[in-house]
């Protein structure tokens, strides 16, 4: 009898999780979306500007799915530029073809084409975003991608009472595509934004910019979950709510174990989701967001966005000034790097050991001598020079014929080489003061091969060429675990005892310290041509950028399918 009730048993529990496994698959859905890319009238700091939008909204719409469902997005584009979009931090398993970045797994979408992006998401819950990756158009096309657990399943935290996804953007009071074009003509850093903004808003803080500022609502004793994205162009900013702590339960859709704290820093690309309690007196407090700038005497934009947290009985009679709260000074490194090193994973995970890959990369700035055949005008830059950057002195360069994953995948010769260097061609003191016979990077559109399966580690090394700077530098088509960070030059005799192989944060962006550095580790498990850069786009356009190209595995499941029919062609 007690031999039949643990059969029993045990049919019940198989039973169990093939309904289970069965309920999953039928529950998974197909979203279908229209982005129709469009010129559209603007108005902030009391101009009108004709700004790119997708359909007509800004930020963009926000796509909301659950773990395990599919996308189909048709892009319409109907304006001006070419455009491509990016699902940024969307593994994008064996679907490389969607992944977005112009030259890189596709030709952009021409003015008057469309394209299809289809992907799956796999295992991912949390917070990411979707954003174009061409040109500077990201300025103003970008909106959240919430995915939440699968149907029967639920948070590893008390399910929130509200959800509000919060979108730190940065504003020109200009059309950003001139921006950008004409840095690039004198070689110059581009000038800097004019505001930033929380969901396309400015807030009070700026000229003509309160009667939309936006209005975050809450009720005593709730507990909402705020979902903060950095849409941010070139800046990595601070972001606090006035008298009110944050609880950290995720970052770049992966859970983490779960943290207080009065302020956060997110890189450009970076999302963390948080928990917010209300318990405080009923009244209204800024939520507010300022520049972390960590690279000296580079200008930036001093000015601050906020909006508003507003208690359910503070909304009646005569609103109450908010309240502003306390963000740290804008070259606050030790507040950064305090909260950096608080991410864990909520549980012990598993590290790669045992690598097969193990690569040095440097990024940052450059400078390249003015070519004779250039006038003066177009070599703004310090002493008369262009502004460049790279990563192991290579400065990356996207073909325009035809995209890298095109390229190699039908076999087309001259697109790009696979020489790019695992370590640093010349070894020197990366943070110390450099000679400037090491300024000027070469250019080239080179890949690092990567085998199916390899297990990969990479030290990113900022360097002090030009000066020194924060790097938020993502990895498309794979999260990596943070081992471990540092400052100084990286040293593997004495900072492997710094590693963290219990517990370390699971992401798709790393924010390199300034003149530090940072170890990451993944497994090439996703075969394709990954683009890894620099997520302030004013270092992209210089060059900071690279590429992995991982090979197929065996069989079907483990290789690159051929591209979809209406793939745009160059």
């Known amino acids: 009898m007690e031999t039949l009730n643990k059969f029993s048993i045990i049919s019940l529990a198989l039973l169990l999780s093939i309904s289970s496994a069965l309920l999953s698959c039928t529950t998974a859905e197909i979203h279908r979306h229209q982005f129709v890319i469009q010129a559209t009238p603007v108005k902030r700091l009391c101009k009108t500007h004709s700004s790119i939008t997708v359909n007509g909204m800004f930020p963009g719409p926000t796509l909301e799915v659950r773990n395990g469902d599919s996308l189909q997005v048709q892009v319409v584009n109907k304006a001006r530029y070419n455009v491509t979009i990016h699902w940024h931090g969307v593994r994008q398993m064996r679907s490389g073809w969607a992944d977005g970045p112009e030259f890189v797994t596709q030709c952009p979408i021409r003015p008057g084409g469309s394209y299809t992006y289809r992907f799956t998401i796999q295992g991912q819950e949390g917070t990411l975003w979707w954003h174009a990756h061409s040109s500077w158009l990201r300025a103003t096309v970008y909106g959240a991608l919430i995915i939440r657990p699968r149907l029967g399943e639920s948070y590893p935290f008390p399910k929130p009472n509200r959800e509000t996804a919060i979108l730190l953007g940065e504003w020109w009071d200009a059309n950003p595509i001139d921006v950008v074009r004409e840095a690039t003509r004198k070689g ?39 979902r903060v994205i950095n849409a941010a162009l070139n800046q990595p900013l601070f972001f606090a709510v006035a008298n009110h702590k944050l609880t950290v339960v995720g970052a770049d859709a992966s859970y983490t174990k779960p943290f207080t704290t009065s302020v956060l820093m997110l890189g450009p690309g970076q999302t963390t989701d948080v928990l917010i309690r209300a318990d405080q007196p009923q009244a209204r407090y800024y939520m507010a967001a300022r520049a972390y700038q960590s690279a000296q005497n580079a200008p930036f934009d001093n000015t601050t966005t906020t909006a508003i947290l507003e208690y359910n009985s503070a909304r009646k ?254």
Request: proline share 10%.
């Open 317 to 570: 009679g005569n609103a109450p000034k908010p309240i502003m709260p306390s963000l740290p000074a804008f070259n606050d490194t030790n507040t950064v790097t305090a909260f950096t090193r608080s991410f864990r994973s909520p549980r012990k995970v598993e590290v790669p050991t045992d690598i097969d890959e193990s690569l040095f990369f440097t990024v940052g700035l450059g400078l390249n001598n003015c070519p004779p055949n250039f006038r003066k005008s177009r070599c703004q830059g310090p002493n008369g020079t262009r502004f460049a950057a790279s990563m192991n002195n290579v400065s990356f360069v996207l073909p325009r014929n035809f995209s890298l994953l095109q390229a190699h995948q039908q076999g087309i010769p001259g697109v790009f080489t696979t020489d790019f260097p695992g370590n640093p061609p010349v070894k020197f003191d990366y943070t110390g003061n450099v000679s400037r016979s090491l300024y000027q990077p070469i250019t080239g559109t080179k890949l690092y091969k990567l085998k199916f399966g390899s297990r990969v580690q990479v030290v990113v090394q900022d360097t002090n060429i030009v000066g020194a700077e924060n790097h938020p530098i993502h990895l498309h088509g794979y999260d990596f675990y943070i081992i471990a960070e540092g400052f100084g030059n990286f040293d593997p005799k004495k900072d492997t005892s710094k590693f963290n192989l219990v517990d370390p944060p699971l992401t798709n962006t790393v924010s390199v310290p300034a003149n530090g550095w940072a170890v990451i580790r993944f497994v090439a498990d996703n075969p394709g041509v990954w683009l890894m850069h620099c997520h302030l786009d004013v270092h992209i356009n210089w060059g900071l950028a690279m590429a992995f190209l991982v090979g197929n595995g065996v069989g079907e499941l483990q290789s690159l399918p051929p591209p979809p029919p209406d793939l745009p062609l160059c």
């Open 188 to 226: 110059a850093a581009p000038n800097v934004s004019n505001a930033y903004t929380i969901n396309s808003q400015p807030g009070d803080l700026y000229n003509c910019s309160s009667k939309d500022t936006i209005i975050v609502p809450i009720a005593s004793g709730e507990t909402n979950l705020l």
